[in-house]
């Protein structure tokens, strides 16, 4: 060897000596703590927050390289509550050198202990994250210019050829959101999270822990691989999430984020679990059903794709204890939500999740209902924002085949639903019930800002009487009931609906009775009618052929025009109206016999005066009382009869409680009556 090359390698090799020595001696002899109080300067500076690095500075530079720090601090500015914005118990990172001039990457130790970050918004709105990396410094406005072209693969990044983490680890962390304008506080403790297995060619096992608002939870599986070039090929995912270790969800599927729009299908499982714990758990129940079984299981699994634009559902089937739905959806544009929804439910008991009816003390009385004439709506009330449902586009149908619901019972029940420029239609709906059939079209208008309601109603071949008896458990009609009713209404609020409803309608029932007032003894003569002749030993009732009670609306005004009862007895008419806003009554009743006396069960002759009855007062009191200019009108046998058949007053007030208590009963049935609340009973 040529003694020139010979010294030049002697010199180099003692370079390399030396350098080395340098490596691996200089982070042992340089005192980086006098530099501390720079590099805190200049991270402040670099954040626009105080920083202190309270721990020493431990460096490592051959064969990995990497630092270690420990107790570090980022201040909040100054009004804040807490001190600190961010603080680190241990942050320790190490990599190899050398491999990676050629893209190899292996961490060995990439470790944060004890993170803390306190997120808060003082009651003026300010947060403790603004400002943070300090104030920009101005620069004049670029010029554009062309955008560069692409590099030369020689000149672009090299590409990572390999991943590998030894260790990857966050633990004992602490997130804390404080909003004093709101007087909130949440705090997420505990948290973990560790890492295995992570490198570009196996999927990376993932453990997160934590307790949330006092509630465990976790999140274990799967994620990737993500190939040697990230974000250029599908993840496969494969997680399970556990809340309070009640409710566990399962996804899996794929992500593939190297389409101009992300895409991902995945299917979602939710396992059994009880939703009355859960909710009792995290102390949201709201009330206690009234089925103590009731939200005690509930299953969920759906197939869920699309991507950020749009989202499809398919297969989905959910459990709640008795009930099985499935169901398939579509939304897209979620800006102005398009969303189209199918869903078949098997059975459903409504009242089972409902609250209990409050139970009645013996001899407690009945709460007052607010006089509507002396209610006046509220100036400030806040009118409702119908900008979304004007967004809306919407096409659903939902099918149950079974649904019970204020204790009715109905078969067959179909809905559907559509939505577009703020009209939103239910048109068709059908329900089979109580061996007939109801059928209803209505649309909601929110085009203005007061909302503008129809709704056309058809009955055909329903049975009243076992309808009304589960419905209010009473028995007030019997027989087969047909309708044809058309309502229009404006506005929100119950007492605006009350004042713009109009319409029209008419309630027919066949063959069957009134229960619980003899009409034609009633209207016979006085003494009967207001409760002075004999007691009857069954229940009352007042047979017909039809009762035909055609009715209109203007304005919240009811009126009903020529009512009918027809029987092979009796005849009655009734007209008058029911005012809806003030709740008030204004009818006549006018009785007539016709035929023979003997029919319908009737074979006890009658006799008499038929006495027209009015009825006035309120919903919730309604008065009735003789027509007597009516009665005087009428050929009379001889006033000394007239006499004897008169009540005297006592005996009209003895039995008016009894009289207004069966009136109250009907007047539930009619079209414009409203539920009242049950009346004491009186204490023996």
């Avoid at 104030?135 to 560069?148: D, L, M, N, R, Y």
């Amino acid at each position: 060897m040529p003694k020139p090359v010979k010294w030049i390698l002697i010199v180099l090799a003692i370079l390399v000596v030396i350098v080395i020595t340098a490596v691996v001696v200089a982070p042992m002899v340089i005192n980086l703590e006098k530099y501390k109080p720079r590099i805190e300067a200049e991270a402040g500076k670099a954040l626009g927050r105080p920083v202190t690095l309270g721990g020493k500075i431990e460096p490592s530079v051959f064969p990995w390289v990497g630092v270690a720090l420990s107790d570090v601090r980022i201040g909040n500015p100054a009004g804040f509550a807490e001190k600190d914005f961010v603080s680190v118990g241990l942050f320790e990172v190490r990599v190899k050198l050398l491999p990676l001039l050629s893209g190899d990457y292996q961490i060995r130790r990439f470790v944060v202990v004890e993170p803390r970050i306190a997120m808060e918004k003082r009651k003026d709105g300010h947060t403790n994250l603004e400002g943070l990396g300090g104030p920009p410094s101005p620069s004049p406005t670029p010029k554009p210019e062309k955008a560069p072209a692409d590099k030369p693969k020689s000149e672009q990044a090299p590409a990572i050829k390999a991943l590998v983490v030894d260790e990857f680890a966050i633990t004992n962390g602490h997130l804390l959101y404080i909003d004093a304008a709101a007087g909130a506080r949440h705090e997420v403790k505990d948290l973990n999270l560790t890492l295995t297995d992570v490198s570009l060619d196996k999927p990376i096992h993932m453990d997160f822990s934590a307790v949330a608002d006092k509630y465990p939870l976790a999140l274990t599986g799967t994620v990737g691989p993500v190939g040697a070039a990230p974000g250029k090929s599908p993840l496969n995912v494969n997680l399970v999430a556990e809340l309070i270790k009640e409710l566990k969800v399962q996804v899996q599927g794929t992500v593939d984020p190297s389409k101009a729009s992300p895409q991902f299908d995945m299917h979602v499982q939710v396992a059994p679990f009880s939703p009355r714990k859960v909710l009792t758990e995290l102390k949201q129940m709201p009330f206690e059903p009234a089925d103590p079984k009731a939200l005690t299981s509930l299953a969920l699994s759906l197939a869920l794709s699309g991507s950020p634009e749009s989202v499809a559902i398919s297969g989905g089937k959910l459990t709640l204890d008795d009930s099985l739905m499935t169901f398939q959806a579509q939304a897209k544009a979620f800006d102005k939500p398009d969303i189209k929804l199918k869903a078949d439910l098997d059975r459903i008991d409504i009242d089972r999740y409902l609250p209990p009816p409050p139970e009645k003390k013996p001899g407690e009385a009945p709460q007052a209902s607010p006089d509507p004439t002396s209610a006046a709506p509220a100036a400030s009330a806040k009118k409702t924002d119908y900008t979304a449902l004007r967004k809306l586009v919407l096409d659903a149908q939902i099918k149950i085949a079974e649904l019970k619901a204020k204790n009715l019972r109905m078969q067959n029940v179909v809905m559907k639903a559509t939505a577009g420029n703020g009209v939103i239609r239910l048109a068709p709906m059908s329900i089979d019930l109580y061996k007939g059939s109801v059928a209803v079209e209505s649309t909601l208008n929110v085009q203005q800002n007061t909302p503008r309601s129809t709704a056309n109603l058809a009955v055909k071949s329903v049975q009243a009487g076992p309808l009304l008896k589960d419905m209010l458990n009473k028995d007030i009609v019997e027989g087969v009931m047909n309708s044809a009713i058309n309502l229009q209404f404006s506005g929100d609020a119950a007492e605006t609906i009350r004042q713009t409803l109009s319409g029209k309608g008419e309630l027919k029932f066949s063959d069957g009775a009134i229960v619980g007032i003899d009409l034609a003894n009633m209207v016979r003569n006085v003494q009967s009618s207001f409760g002075v002749g004999e007691t009857p030993s069954e229940k009352p009732r007042t047979d017909f052929s039809e009762l035909l009670v055609p009715f209109t609306v203007a304005d919240g005004v009811a009126k009903l025009n020529d009512a009918q009862v027809n029987s092979p007895l009796l005849r009655a008419t009734a007209n008058g109206s029911a005012d809806l806003v003030k709740e008030t009554l204004d009818m006549r009743v006018v009785p007539t016999f016709v035929g023979t006396l003997k029919g319908q069960g009737d074979t006890k002759q009658r006799t008499g005066v038929m006495v027209p009855v009015l009825v006035g007062g309120t919903f919730d009191k309604p008065k009735f009382r003789p027509d007597i200019k009516g009665l005087l009108n009428q050929p009379l046998p001889d006033k000394e009869a007239l006499k004897q058949m008169a009540p005297t007053d006592q005996q009209i007030k003895d039995t008016k409680k009894e009289l207004e208590q069966k009136a109250q009963d009907v007047l539930k049935g009619l079209p414009f009556g409203k539920p009242q609340q049950p009346q004491p009973q009186p204490t023996p």
